[in-house]
């Protein structure tokens, strides 16, 4: 669900001539979405609605608009964000073409208790729906724009269940990137020209494209991303650089053993616009999950990073252990929880598992918080990396905290991470320098 407060004076609330939104998405419910006026709500009005199939399970086309037969399932949470279409700044909603029951496991799947057998649900398959990201009117639900599966877009296979991570880089209130994991364990970004000289329509202003294909064909390779990636600036040698941070994990199957889930954190020097090559052609490269430059830093609590290095992963550690939600980065600070499957052989009593939070160097991945309460913070250890979680069962994300008095503080569900402090809250990106003209 997301809501939209068209607050104009920003007082927070609904005044004469102002609107407040409500957008409604299905999550296994059906491939629709629906949108609300509420800014009366004794008398709320329906706006307009999206339909996909009516059954996302078979492949008859006939009960979906036209301009969304590609969407299935409605997990994606539609993003409010703005953009230039033509000459004009539109109010939009984004979000990904939803989840294909595909990749359900079936009767048979691979659980915690059976580790050892595989079926087709533990391999990388490609899906029939939800393999796109779309951009509509947040007014009228009119389609504006949508990745086309062709060119840099030809490996969309997958569907995308996640919402999509919106980046406003340059900070003029307009979408410039957007971000999406897929389940087939690809990561795609999509630029946005916002260029104000231009009269251009949205979809000529729109170029994208894989930036990494983190699975493989083998079971112990499939992975999948239902969140959306965490989006940073960092500095690498005095060059800023994106860090592109994100877990797998399962979340249809939480028992799963099979999956070699992991922590990925990439690096993109191409910061604030698209990457060009040599030759001005547009060129989105890949990293894959056998890149060299992709550094394994699962067994090294401070591995030493090349200059020139795509980024870092670690295999999570525990038996089928791996990531249900989104990262959160903060001070150079990587901070997600993962889930560790119980195999228990006691009928009547649940298996619910546990938790672990991560406190990671977006960095290299080593240690920032002695998280295993033992020996000093000057001398940070792999099992620093992660603690258990008091509370059972798959964790919520980890969420940093600013009250209006006191620290700023990170907390997964109702758990606090007392060792957490934030080093820097203001880091200098960028400047300009204005020299006057003598007169």
């Given at each position: ?388 979680l008091n509370h059972a069962g798959i964790p919520p994300a ?42």
């Amino acid at each position: 669900m997301t809501t939209w407060l068209d607050d104009t004076n920003h007082n927070g609330v609904v005044d004469s001539g102002e609107k407040a939104y409500l957008y409604i998405a299905m999550r296994r419910g059906g491939s629709q979405y629906y949108a609300l006026d509420v800014s009366d709500l004794n008398n709320p009005k329906y706006m307009w609605s999206i339909q996909g199939r009516t059954n996302t399970l078979d492949t008859d086309l006939s009960t979906a608009d036209g301009d969304f037969v590609e969407l299935g399932d409605t997990w994606s949470r539609p993003i409010k964000t703005r953009v230039r279409d033509g000459s004009t700044v539109k109010d939009v909603l984004v979000f990904g073409g939803g989840y294909d029951p595909n990749q359900d496991p079936t009767a048979d799947s691979t659980t915690a208790t059976s580790a050892d057998t595989t079926t087709v649900e533990d391999s990388r398959s490609t899906d029939g729906i939800g393999r796109a990201i779309f951009i509509v009117d947040a007014k009228t639900g009119a389609k504006l724009w949508q990745t086309n599966r062709a060119g840099q877009f030809s490996g969309m296979n997958y569907s995308i269940p996640s919402e999509i991570r919106v980046i406003d880089i340059d900070f003029d209130g307009l979408a410039d990137q957007l971000y999406a994991g897929d389940m087939g364990g690809q990561i795609w970004r999509v630029d946005i020209n916002n260029d104000a000289t231009l009269s251009n329509s949205l979809d000529s202003r729109i170029d994208g494209g894989r930036i990494a294909e983190l699975a493989g064909d083998e079971p112990a390779d499939a992975r999948r991303f239902y969140y959306p990636p965490d989006v940073s600036i960092i500095s690498v040698d005095g060059q800023q650089q994106l860090a592109i941070s994100i877990g797998s994990g399962w979340r249809a199957h939480p028992l799963d053993t099979v999956v070699q889930d992991r922590f990925y954190s990439l690096r993109l020097p191409y910061v604030y616009g698209k990457p060009i090559d040599s030759y001005g052609v547009t060129v989105y490269p890949t990293v894959t999950h056998t890149t060299t430059g992709l550094i394994d830093v699962t067994t090294e609590a401070a591995k030493s990073m090349p200059a020139d290095a795509r980024g870092w992963f670690m295999n999570l550690g525990a038996d089928g252990e791996k990531v249900l939600s989104s990262s959160v980065t903060a001070d150079h600070k990587v901070l997600f929880t993962s889930y560790l499957p119980e195999t228990n052989s006691e009928a009547c009593s649940a298996a619910e598992g546990s938790g672990a939070v991560y406190a990671v160097s977006v960095f290299n991945g080593a240690p920032v918080l002695n998280l295993d309460e033992t020996g000093s913070v000057d001398e940070l250890t792999l099992t620093d990396r992660f603690r258990i979680l008091n509370h059972a069962g798959i964790p919520p994300a980890t969420s940093v905290l600013f009250p209006e008095t006191g620290d700023p503080t990170a907390v997964v569900g109702t758990e606090t991470l007392d060792e957490f402090e934030l080093d820097e809250l203001r880091r200098r990106t960028f400047w300009q320098e204005m020299i006057e003209e003598d007169s």
